[in-house]
């Protein structure tokens, strides 16, 4: 907008009003006032490109005087270039909390949410209103204050580093899912969103789901409201009957060691009829987060990895399930491994070989290798980890 000339109109106005705007800093928040000479307006430096090291000192009514002055900011170093230039147009910008209340004006804003910090009294918000008023000369818009959604316990801030950045959100959830997370909270009261080793991100999807069946199948309205509201484009139209994979089934499943086939069949199943195009499209979207979910942020009972040491449970094994452990090496010895079927088959194979029962012989397999009971097929468990680090933790566990 700055290049299309639309605050052409508002950065005169700022900078033929740059006492007054002084006044307002003053006696809104109680700022010390700004040096002689201070306008609001910083050039991009027709020399090095730099905008945050540029001071503007002049202004004829056309043309804006400015320097690059080499050490104005701490993050980067001017050139020094001096020059005169017209402010419209694209050559710069106002400073935030004018360039907000001008942005107001510009767009034509009549309400304007903005975080509880910008709203304390003498705030970023009061400034804008009162230069809205008093500079611009137009309404001030209607003021919504909000609650912060806290990612982790923490406040989102790309500057200081702090939460999670709100364009990362659609790396862990689908674009839907995460504006739903903003559209369902109550903007007045602080909530907190934690994924790190928690079931956060499977009751969203669920509290998702809920409200998309009651916007498909006419519902509680604020429900229907709060899916419409999550959707970036149109709202997809569903056929009655929709059938929508649960996320944390689909997370189980892939828990289990199921690919995406068997997934499909499972969902199939309890359709009691394939899928459609919709349908099928929500599936693969929900395996690939779910894949996402348990790789980085499910708890420890949905992600099996190999222990770092042999598990204090496999000293409790029997001696018949060291010795079914002890012959797994001839498995893949024969070139029983080139998959994880193969592998699933064949160790199931040898313990019946070996009068053991098949919950016995994978529990064994577990307790070795991950500490737990039980956990995915155990054929993709053991393909997954490599021929050369299971046989290891094998042998180690036929020498305690």
Known sequence: MYHEGKFDEVIKIALDNSEKIQEI?????GSQKKAAGW???????????????????????????????ENLVTWAKGCGHEGK??????????????????????IGITIEGAGK??????????????????VFNYPEPYKLPYEFILIGGKKMSSSKGLGLKAHDLVNILPAEV???????????????????GTMAIPDLFDSYDKCWEAYDKNGEEKLARTYALSQIS?????????????????????????????????????KSGKLDDSELSVLEERIK???VWIQNYAPDQYRFELTEKVPEEAKNLSELQKKYLGKIHEIYEKGGDTDPESLQNNIYLMSQEMGLSGKEAFSAIYLSLIGKPNGPRAGVLLFNIGKDKVLERLKEVNNL
């Open 289 to 291: 987060y779910a894949g």
């Open 25 to 29: 800093y003053e006696k809104v928040s």
């Open 39 to 69: 306008l609001p307006f910083q050039v991009i430096c027709e020399n090095c490109g730099k905008l945050g090291t540029t001071k503007v000192t002049g202004w004829d009514g056309e043309k804006v005087t400015y320097k690059c002055e």
């Open 85 to 106: 230039v017209s402010p419209f147009g694209g050559t710069g910008k106002l400073p935030w909390k004018v360039d907000w209340a001008a942005h107001w004006k510009v």
């Open 178 to 196: 995460a504006r739903f997370l903003f559209v369902s909270a109550d903007i007045k009261s602080q909530s907190n969103f934690d994924p790190v």
């Open 117 to 134: 910090d910008h709203a304390s009294a003498g705030g970023s918000y009061d400034i804008a209103m009162a230069l809205c008023r008093e």
């Open 234 to 270: 149109n709202i997809p139209e569903k056929e009655k009957g929709f059938f929508v994979p649960r996320f944390r089934d689909v997370a189980n499943y892939l828990s289990q060691g199921l690919n995406e086939k068997e997934i499909l069949a499972k969902f199939e199943t309890a």
